[in-house]
């Protein structure tokens, strides 16, 4: 595996941070949580005048194998017809992209299609799905490392743009179902605690979902006794995860803030800081979503989303909306004046 060089940031500046929030013209706290998102942005870094410049989405797509045992409700298809519907705009990511100025890179990490004749979307296709984690390993180590890289490379391509905050969401039926077990093995929470509906599965195919993962974690814990995180995260995470998990680790190496939308993602980011945990200094996490388990995860991970909006359509929207809470953050830095420019008497 790539040896990450993630550090903590720099909390020498927190003191002066602080001065500079408690002197604008406001009462001291007033604006909650506004004040310890600019204190996270402006460690991050390590400014009074932080900038969200050039933000960048990265909506990566991938098909799984485990998708063959019946634990979601929508085809593998609607991967695949997905992802050309983003590319004519017509996704809610497409919309909330627009809506808050993120450029949208549409990437194809592993979909069961083929989507080199869309010009608009990347292909950085590993393989055409992952495998079965019922009966193997979803991914080999070969094919791990290198889904890991296209990650690493997207943020890498993102930085060069000057983007300071990246943004990633995900296209791939079925992915729920690695993420609950990701959340049972990294969270140590019973696993039928960890699995949901998903897309829509009434309660029988919730039922079927909870035996098949079962038997699968099952499985792995009888081929692989002592596992490692990067084990489990090869075992049963699909292409656009694995991705999205190097895309995060690479951009906290690069001081970007990163910011994670729901249930998937979220797992995404638990994986990332079970590799690096200094890694979660550079998240913010922007929602929390309708899927069973998930602010069960957050609270492992010591996260508080800025929104809770009953979402569950993934491809990043959850964490899209809440970008306006963190410019706002970014903007008191920057705009409000102080007590001494406004001529006001500072009292307290």
């Not at 720099?10 to 602080?18: G, M, N, T, W, Y």
């Not at 933000?55 to 992802?83: A, F, K, N, Y």
């Not at 077990?181 to 990294?186: G, I, K, N, Q, R």
């Not at 996260?303 to 008191?332: H, K, N, Q, W, Y």
Request: with cysteine; proline share 4%; glycine share 10%.
């Amino acid at each position: 595996m790539r040896n990450f060089q993630i550090t903590i940031p720099d909390e020498a500046l927190r003191p002066v941070i602080q001065e500079k929030i408690d002197n604008l013209n406001k009462p001291k706290g007033s604006l909650g949580r506004l004040e310890t998102l600019a204190m996270q942005v402006c460690l991050i870094q390590q400014t009074l005048t932080p900038s969200l410049a050039h933000p960048c989405h990265l909506l990566l797509g991938g098909d799984h194998g485990i998708e063959r045992e019946g634990v979601s409700v929508s085809p593998r298809e609607v991967t695949w017809q997905q992802m050309i519907n983003f590319t004519k705009g017509g996704g809610g990511v497409n919309m909330f992209c627009r809506q808050h100025g993120f450029h949208l890179r549409i990437v194809d990490v592993g979909v069961d299609y083929d989507l080199s004749y869309v010009p608009d979307i990347l292909d950085h296709k590993i393989a055409w799905g992952t495998r079965n984690f019922l009966h193997e390993p979803a991914m080999s180590r070969e094919e791990y490392e290198r889904t890991l890289q296209v990650g690493i490379d997207l943020a890498n391509e993102c930085h060069d743009e000057g983007c300071k905050v990246l943004c990633l969401g995900e296209m791939g039926i079925a992915n729920t179902s690695p993420s609950s077990v990701w959340m049972s093995l990294f969270c140590h929470i019973p696993l039928d605690e960890c699995i949901g509906a998903g897309a829509g599965l009434n309660t029988a195919g919730i039922s079927h979902k909870r035996d098949i993962l079962h038997q699968a974690l099952c499985n792995f814990n009888q081929l692989m006794p002592n596992p490692t995180a990067e084990d489990a995260i090869r075992y049963f995470g699909g292409f656009e995860m694995v991705a999205a998990i190097g895309a995060m680790l690479r951009a906290a190496e690069l001081q970007m803030t990163i910011l994670v939308d729901g249930f998937i993602m979220t797992s995404c980011a638990l994986a990332a800081c079970q590799l690096h945990p200094e890694a979660k200094a550079y998240m913010v996490f922007g929602h929390s979503g309708d899927e069973s388990g998930h602010r069960r995860m957050l609270n492992a991970l010591g996260a508080e989303p800025l929104l809770s909006l009953g979402f569950r359509l993934g491809e990043g929207t959850g964490a899209l909306c809440a970008f306006p809470i963190l410019d706002s953050a970014v903007r008191m830095m920057n705009e409000m004046n102080s007590f001494s420019n406004a001529n006001i008497t500072k009292y307290f």
